[in-house]
């Protein structure tokens, strides 16, 4: 069992070091809003840091999920960031997701350091987290990303070394433009269908086992026809992802330009006051025949 440090306890980040502290590994938390750490250890056990680096200096992993480029930097290479205070040989995982621009530029930190880093964003979102069945896609050295599926198995269903560093938040991008594009065509299949005056619930039975057939569909089918929109993932935090793979589409030349459409789009959600519906309100802006 290891001494790990977890940074960030949002719903993704409580959930995955729950899992670690249930798999037995000595725990020290921190978060910037200190009552939610508390929280947490109360439940979970372990010990609260009042920063990253009180968190990291005796640990032997240190694992992060933040929210922002901004986010990752303070809690590495700030003041009193983690990388300040860890141990030459020390491990450092980011489950961020991230521009693989900063996930590039700390691997190059931590390798002057004489630190590991793994970039390693998450899909499969809040359920995946509190089950225990998350998919990691890690950019990142061999013995680096080796080391890391030791302790990731705790939390997650499937670990794949996508590449060096930066591939990892590459990959995530690549998910996230398979997701806006999925979404989208599942918005304007429902409301084709209402405007048919279909059985919603009969269509769904003839096609959710087809070709067409995605976890989209299966998953917010029925929420997206009864206009809820209160589950998982922000439209918010997709803005976030899609402008990373825009950003670096301009950087390595690839043309994404129904993922750019979306993206407005989704600016268009937020207009409407749903920045923190989830992504199948994409819906909301097609109008209803």
Not at 25 to 34: A, E, G, L, P
Not at 73 to 91: E, H, N
Request: glycine content about 12%; charged content about 20%; aromatic content about 8%.
């Amino acid at each position: 069992m290891a001494h790990i440090a977890f940074i960030g306890l949002g719903v993704m980040g409580g959930p995955i070091a729950g899992h670690l502290a249930r798999a037995g590994h000595r725990m020290t938390v921190y978060n910037r809003s200190i009552g939610k750490a508390k929280s947490w250890a109360e439940t979970y056990g372990g010990t609260v840091a009042v920063s990253p680096a009180k968190a990291a200096e005796h640990a032997d992993i240190v694992i992060s999920c933040v929210g922002t480029d901004d986010d990752l930097s303070q809690v590495t290479l700030g003041r009193d960031g983690a990388f300040r205070a860890m141990k030459p040989g020390g491990l450092y995982i980011d489950h961020t997701t991230v521009s693989a621009r900063i996930a590039r530029q700390l691997y190059v930190e931590g390798e002057s350091r004489g630190l590991y880093f793994v970039d390693a964003p998450v899909t499969g979102g809040q359920a995946g987290a509190e089950k225990g069945s998350l998919s990691v896609m890690c950019g990142g050295s061999q013995p680096a990303v080796d080391a890391a599926k030791i302790v990731m198995q705790a939390y997650a269903a499937r670990i794949v070394h996508v590449g060096k560093a930066g591939a990892g938040q590459t990959a995530k991008m690549v998910n996230q433009i398979c997701i806006g594009g999925v979404v989208q065509g599942l918005a304007e299949a429902l409301r084709f269908a209402q405007a048919a005056e279909l059985n919603l619930d009969k269509v769904f039975e003839a096609i959710s086992g087809g070709a067409a057939q995605s976890w989209q569909m299966d998953n917010y089918w029925k929420t997206m026809a009864a206009d809820n929109f209160d589950f998982g993932f922000a439209v918010d935090w997709m803005r976030k992802d899609l402008g990373l793979a825009l950003e670096e589409a301009r950087a390595n030349g690839a043309t994404l330009p129904v993922t750019a459409l979306i993206d407005q789009f989704f600016a268009d959600v937020q207009a409407m006051g749903g920045h923190r519906q989830d992504t199948s309100a994409l819906v909301r802006r097609i109008t209803r025949a």
